[in-house]
């Protein structure tokens, strides 16, 4: 595997400065570092309220939208943890463990990128294309949902990107799943694709067997439950092809596709 | 501040160690803190071989804890010598590796891998180990096994034997003094109590082991008083473990006869974590004209 210059995680206990709700499950946080986070695209973070108390105990893992001295994550509501990032209020104190887990791989300039998104697997693939932006590249993105209503900061990556939407119900883009645009993008790369996807674990699963159909590289950002974050409680196993496990935290979250056992 | 403690003939700088299994092998700090601070580091649990551990799901979070099934997944005793324990000596780490075996016969020879090496403070002997299918907790719920494993630690290795204690024990207290008379010079209380979680939209169980261990701030109050139970029936130092998030929890362990304690879980939720409660037993000490050892089963019963 090839070495990264990571930079270590530091906990900091920073303010909340903006809260930016879409619709009412999905909501953009940002927060204000004293010292700016040098993060790379594909990294995350643990966060936890400082007035959570015992419950919920653990803090909770989130994709970085982008670093810097104000960097920000999108929340969906799905359970406590992120019930109460969503209801947080500007001056709320969290706790912030960053920058965490292997970043993407770097882009070759005579590859052509293809990021594949579903639903809020969006985050990593956004701050990838604000990288390759300042690269000087620009990538053709791919976004699925059930509906319109997934497709959160679409326009944000379209800025970025040459973007294309799929969505179950057909309220934008084309209709079916995103996977079904993956054919067509992989044509028009040639064999000079590099694939990046992050979504729901079967549409991943998908993606993976296209790139290996079409014998381009593949790296998918993991999800998994997480306790710590940092590579120490173990929880975080994901099935290895070859028997064993990867660890999403530490070896991950992006890795490359093949190592992954999908059949589990 | 005098926080130092005496567990037998060791003595150690503080009372705060960490919990094995949720501090890594100690390294993985190295940019948090200097982690020659800790009072020690009990390791993640060694066994002979290498082992891959539990499939997913391992891990969920419960009210105030979570549930484990790792599984004992670890890299081995023999990488644990060569690639870990070097660097936590040049760290001046006080090192108490935690051992894992399925048999007499295996402790023995983790035992005796390890007596060869340099920089080691004691060994904890993990008898309490719910999510595994062999050993575990078979030696912890019973005296007599419980007993055989610690004489058999004892006779492998020149450094203090600890013996891990499992809260599932029938009377936690026979198995506490079956180790202290077979040669333990210490007791560490408590693993984490089995627990089982199902979803109620599938209907499945949570864990892919289906149960598993449970630990946080929700099985402090039962730790606390096992712990206290067991310094009543002992002669030898107990080390509280179970539930520590801060210093007042941790002053509580050591004032039911705690001589020392491990942080465990809580590490998770903040790789600081040991750290805040070793600073919050400083400034209580300091606070209250103390040293750390006069805290020691202090509770005041009338
Ligand atoms: C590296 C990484 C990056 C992530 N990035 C983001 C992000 O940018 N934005 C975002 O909204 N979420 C992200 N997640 C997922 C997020 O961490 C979980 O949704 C969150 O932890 C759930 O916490 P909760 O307390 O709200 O839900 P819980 O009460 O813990 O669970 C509620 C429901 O959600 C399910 N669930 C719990 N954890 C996960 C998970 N990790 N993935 C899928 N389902 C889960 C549970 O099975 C349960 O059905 C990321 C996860 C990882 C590992
Ligand atoms: C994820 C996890 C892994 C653990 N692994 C071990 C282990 O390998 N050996 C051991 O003796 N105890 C192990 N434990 C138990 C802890 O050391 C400790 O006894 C228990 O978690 C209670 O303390 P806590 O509530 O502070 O976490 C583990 C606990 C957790 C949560
Ligand atoms: S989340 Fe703890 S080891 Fe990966």
Same mark, same amino acid.
């Given at each position: 595997m090839e070495q990264y210059d990571r930079r270590p995680a530091r906990q900091v206990t920073v303010p909340l400065v903006r809260r930016d709700s879409i619709g009412a499950s999905h909501h953009v946080l940002t927060f204000e570092y004293d010292t700016p986070l040098e993060a790379q695209a594909g990294q995350f973070v643990m966060v936890r309220g400082t007035n959570w108390g015992q419950s919920p105990f653990l803090p909770r893992p989130m994709s970085l939208l982008h670093g810097g001295k104000r960097p920000s994550?999108?929340?969906?509501?799905?359970?406590?943890?992120?019930?109460? @990032?969503?209801?947080?209020?500007? #001056?709320?104190?969290?706790?912030?463990?960053?920058? @965490?887990?292997?970043?993407?791989?770097?882009?070759?300039?005579?590859?052509?990128?293809?990021?594949?998104a579903g639903g809020v697997g969006v985050c990593p693939l956004l701050f990838l294309a604000r990288t390759l932006k300042q690269q000087g590249i620009r990538p053709v993105a791919l976004y699925g949902g059930r509906s319109s209503g997934d497709l959160v900061l679409y326009e944000e990556l379209q800025a970025e990107s040459d973007l294309r939407l799929a969505t179950e119900d057909g309220s934008a883009g084309v209709k079916g799943k995103v996977t079904a645009l993956l054919d067509e993008a992989l044509m028009e790369a040639d064999g000079r694709a590099t694939v990046y996807t992050c979504g729901p674990r079967a549409m991943m699963a998908s993606v993976v067997a296209a790139a290996r159909k079409a014998n381009v590289p593949c790296e998918v950002?993991?999800?998994?439950?997480?306790?710590?974050?940092? #590579?120490?409680?173990? #929880?975080?196993?994901?099935?290895?092809?070859? #028997?064993?496990?990867v660890y999403a935290c530490s070896e991950g979250a992006c890795i490359d596709g093949r190592v992954i056992d999908w059949k589990k | 501040m005098d926080l130092q403690v005496k567990i037998g003939?060791?003595?150690?700088?503080?009372?705060?160690?960490?919990a094995s299994g949720t501090f890594g092998y100690g390294i993985e700090f190295e940019s948090f803190f200097d982690i020659s601070r800790l009072g020690g580091i009990c390791t993640k649990g060694l066994s002979l071989l290498p082992r891959v551990g539990n499939p997913p799901p391992r891990i969920r979070e419960t009210?105030?804890?979570?549930?484990?099934?790792?599984?004992?997944?670890?890299?081995?005793?023999?990488?644990?010598?060569?690639?870990?324990l070097p660097r936590l000596r040049e760290l001046g780490a006080t090192v108490i590796p935690n051992l894992y075996a399925s048999s007499v016969e295996d402790f023995i020879a983790l035992a005796e891998r390890l007596d060869r090496e340099e920089g080691i403070a004691a060994v904890e002997v993990n008898v309490s180990c719910p999510n595994v299918t062999k050993g575990g907790l078979a030696f912890g719920v019973d005296p007599v096994a419980a007993a055989g494993v610690t004489a058999a630690?004892?006779?492998?290795?020149?450094?203090?034997?600890?013996?891990?204690?499992?809260?599932?024990?029938?009377?936690?207290?026979?198995?506490?003094?079956?180790?202290?008379?077979?040669?333990? !010079?210490?007791?560490?209380?408590?693993?984490?109590?089995?627990?089982?979680?199902?979803?109620?939209e599938t209907w499945r169980p949570l864990l892919a082991n289906r149960t598993g261990g449970l630990s946080g701030p929700a099985i402090k109050p039962i730790a606390v008083r096992m712990v206290w139970e067991i310094c009543q029936a002992v002669r030898i130092p107990v080390i509280g473990v179970g539930g520590?998030?801060?210093?007042?929890?941790?002053?509580?362990?050591?004032?039911?006869?705690?001589?020392?304690? !491990?942080?465990?879980s809580a590490n998770f939720r903040d790789p600081m974590a040991s750290m805040t409660v070793l600073e919050g037993i400083s400034a209580y000490c300091e606070r209250k004209g103390l040293a750390a050892k006069d805290l020691i089963g202090k509770v005041v019963l009338d």
């Open positions: 994550i999108l929340v969906k509501v799905v359970g406590e943890g992120t019930r109460r @990032l969503a209801n947080a209020e500007p #001056g709320d104190l969290f706790s912030v463990l960053a920058p @965490l887990g292997r970043p993407w791989s770097p882009c070759s300039s005579h590859r052509v990128p293809i990021l594949v950002s993991l999800e998994t439950v997480m306790a710590c974050g940092y #590579g120490v409680c173990l #929880g975080c196993a994901v099935p290895r092809f070859d #028997g064993g496990y | 003939e060791l003595s150690l700088s503080n009372p705060v160690l960490t009210a105030s804890g979570m549930l484990n099934a790792i599984g004992l997944a670890n890299i081995g005793v023999e990488a644990f010598c060569k690639d870990k630690v004892c006779k492998a290795t020149r450094f203090p034997v600890w013996v891990k204690l499992s809260p599932e024990a029938g009377r936690i207290t026979d198995v506490a003094c079956a180790c202290e008379e077979a040669g333990a !010079q210490a007791l560490s209380a408590i693993n984490t109590i089995r627990g089982f979680a199902i979803d109620t520590i998030a801060s210093a007042e929890d941790a002053i509580e362990f050591m004032l039911a006869g705690a001589s020392a304690v !491990q942080v465990g």
